[in-house]
Nanobody, 120 residues
Framework: QVQLVESGGGLVQPGGSLRLSCVAS????????MGWYRQAPGKQRELVAI???????NYADSVKGRFTISRDNAKNTVNLQMNSLKPEDTAVYYC??????????????WGQGTQVTVSS
């Protein structure tokens, strides 16, 4: 069984910064892709950023230049540094790990979500 624990959400003023962290625990042999998605009220869940085990990254156009994703393969941790936050970044942010290899096989897992609110 794989569990994801997210932290770092909260309320911040426009232009401010937040750092999200997600730790994957369990009998994990490897994780191919780690990432962050978000869902705003009334909208579909969307990709924010992903990072492969080799360090390749992909970002949504709306966050390029403002957000930075990073990971620690040894600790199965993924972080999202969010700078220059805008009100439109307000959403529930979800951690996702895909291509997870465990003793039971392969899988994909989601965190419970953490609220990020950007407001003055």
């Amino acid at each position: 069984q794989v569990q994801l624990v997210e932290s770092g959400g909260g309320l911040v003023q426009p232009g401010g910064s937040l750092r999200l962290s997600c730790v994957a625990s369990g009998s994990i042999f490897s994780v191919a892709v780690m990432g962050w998605y978000r869902q705003a009220p009334g909208k579909q869940r969307e990709l924010v950023a992903i990072i492969t085990s080799g360090g390749a990254t992909n970002y949504a156009d709306s966050v390029k230049g403002r957000f930075t994703i990073s990971r620690d393969n040894a600790k199965n941790t993924v972080n999202l540094q969010m700078n220059s936050l805008k009100p439109e970044d307000t959403a529930v942010y979800y951690c996702n790990v895909a291509g997870v290899r465990t003793a039971a096989g392969w899988g994909e897992y989601w965190g419970q979500g953490t609220q990020v609110t950007v407001s003055s």
